[in-house]
């Protein structure tokens, strides 16, 4: 099946607003040697549009980052030592890159693991001011046109929360939602998805999403948002008006907060594999600075679409 237009739409839209940035995002790459990042770190700088930075083992070496890390880390008990060794690996020299300010971003994971790629990001770049919960969301850009912001969507989360409890997900709501703006570029629609849409069917975890609501709406009053509801009544017009009417949300979402990691991550690759989607990320959200996780088998394409994802995020 072709790529949906939405995914070429949806890579130009990252590259209309980095150039209306105007200065170019420093983006700092671990991995500087494998050809992968190579290809897409020529592709980029011909672009100009971001300025990508290649680390390698022999580069990493340098510690001078020893100290930064050593004090985000001795309440945990790190030692000098210990900081010193671990801000020559690469990996944790691209988060103290970042967290120094001599970076905008960093994207990992290319020839690491996921949760070696982002516990050097807590590690070393932490989460932002007032965030409790780190979690992760992906870009969908589906053959429906209808959906969402012109067939895209973007979902959370499907890489990392294994089942938030009402507190996280309002928290993973309001990340999402500035990352919607950031990254799609439209005013949140938010949707908080169960098996249920306004109370259809009665289950504690049916009323985790309904307190997951109220929590949203009491620290974020001006985010537009409504649960729960099931996946057809946030996405189908005709669907929503029936089973939620008067939602200002119903048939209309472009942000989708799954209620687990299994429906999320389930939830994407159906609609991936099934529906001839392209899934874009997952990205990490709620980071003091941008560091995002590629997977082991991307593609140079894949490293290129993360990294742009990343420079937009430094505009939050």
């Known amino acids: 099946?072709?790529?949906?237009?939405?995914?070429?739409r949806f890579l130009e839209l990252q590259k209309e607003r980095l150039r209306g940035l105007g200065k170019r995002r420093k983006i700092v790459f671990p991995e500087g040697g494998d050809a992968r990042i190579l290809s897409a770190a020529e592709r980029l700088r011909k672009?100009?549009?971001?300025?990508?930075?290649?680390l390698t083992e022999s580069i990493a070496k340098e510690a001078r980052y020893a100290d930064l890390l050593y004090e985000r880390r001795r309440a945990k008990g790190i030692t000098q030592a210990e900081a010193r060794e671990m801000a020559r690996k690469p990996l944790y020299h691209a988060a103290l890159m970042v967290a120094a300010g001599d970076a905008d971003g960093f994207v990992g994971g290319a020839a690491n693991s996921t949760a070696d790629t982002v516990r050097a990001a807590l590690h070393a770049i932490g989460p932002g001011a007032g965030v409790q919960t780190v979690s992760s969301f992906m870009v969908l850009a589906t053959h429906e046109e209808a959906i969402g912001a012109r067939g895209l969507l973007l979902i959370a989360d499907p890489a990392l929360v294994v089942r938030p409890t009402s507190v996280q997900l309002a928290e993973i709501a309001v990340a999402a939602a500035k990352n919607t703006r950031a990254v799609l570029d439209v005013q949140p629609a938010i949707a908080?998805?169960?098996f249920s849409t306004k109370?259809?069917?009665?289950h504690e975890e049916s009323e985790r999403i309904v307190e997951a609501l109220r929590i949203l709406r009491e620290r974020a009053p001006e985010l537009n948002?409504?649960?729960e509801?099931?996946?057809d009544a946030a996405l189908v017009a005709a669907i929503g008006a029936s089973k939620a009417a008067g939602s200002t949300v119903a048939g209309r979402a472009n942000t989708l907060i799954f209620p687990d990691l299994n429906s999320g991550n389930i939830g994407y690759k159906l609609v991936?594999?099934?529906?001839g989607a392209a899934a874009y990320g997952p990205f990490l959200q709620g980071l003091?600075?941008?560091a995002n996780d590629l997977s082991r088998g991307c593609s140079a394409d894949d490293v290129y679409a993360v990294a742009l994802v990343t420079a937009l995020q430094t505009g939050q």
């Open 225 to 227: 948002a409504d649960g």
């Open 47 to 54: 672009e100009g549009l971001v300025e990508p930075v290649l």
């Open 288 to 290: 003091a600075k941008p």
């Open 229 to 231: 509801l099931q996946a």
């Open 199 to 202: 109370g259809s069917g009665k």
């Open 1 to 8: 099946m072709p790529s949906p237009p939405a995914a070429l």
């Open 192 to 194: 908080l998805l169960s």
């Open 272 to 275: 991936e594999r099934l529906g």
